[in-house]
């Protein structure tokens, strides 16, 4: 047997280890205290907006420049229309090159692992089983993705004419690939685009502003962003504790932002897990 180390998470646990264990607890239990409540991490919400504030700056949304924040939203964020849209273009994308339309639909969509063969719909486990698996560089003036295609489809490809020495010529191929690959980036931020949707364009250029700013440094402000089924809107701030279940202080930052964001709405909540012992943990929100 080799080397075994005893690790006390409350005695040798630091404050960043104990606080991301709290935060995975507080988003399985989230909805024991408020009923049908979205949310999301503030650490996926700034990644999604900065992504989006930088769109010109990536060959897949340089297709698309009007997809700004408003626009996203007001395409993307009903329920459904995402899937429908990534569904039409996989569609036309097989369509383009001859292949079959069948079998596609949204439900095939949600099951179909998005960082698999775009044109066979095999999930990304074809990667590793194809032993002459190919990624090749899609190319059109001074656009340039990257497209990962199984053996089958990139000698497909080939043999039709689509691709040559590793690249496809073919603009309206390309911009098909390239609207494909814009897709299913915000197919993976679908939670985070549906609750900006519930939320008032106001609310939307703040969280830009708190969470995008260029040039912006320090930590992101509180942990989650949450809407309720009622249209009432959080930012929770997550602390942890090993004795009183009272609420940590917030950070400077939280705190110069509470006023701005309360004026805005918002209620800002702190969920409090106290360990205890036996693997217990017992769990409070409080709003601040």
Known sequence: MGKVIYYNILRDGDNTLKGLIAEKIFERVVRHFIDSLQCCSTLALALFLSRIRDASKFPSHRVHLDLDLETVVSRYGAEGALENEL???LKGLRRYVGLSERDIDPQTVIRYDLHGCPLCLRDRDVFHEDEEMESNLVMADDL????RLCSTCYKYLAENGYITHRRIQDKKLVRLFCTLKLLRELY???DIIRILARLDKEDREL?????ARPGQLGGRPFDYLCIDERGDKYLVDVASTAGSHRASPLSKRER???PVVRARGFKISTPVV???GNWNV???LMEI
Request: overall charge negative; proline content about 0%.
């Open 188 to 190: 993976s931020n679908r």
């Open 256 to 258: 110069e932002l509470a």
């Open 144 to 147: 340039s993705i990257l497209v």
């Open 87 to 89: 569904v039409e273009t």
């Open 207 to 211: 969280l830009l502003d708190i969470y």
């Open 282 to 284: 017992r769990v409070g």
């Open 274 to 276: 106290e360990y205890l």
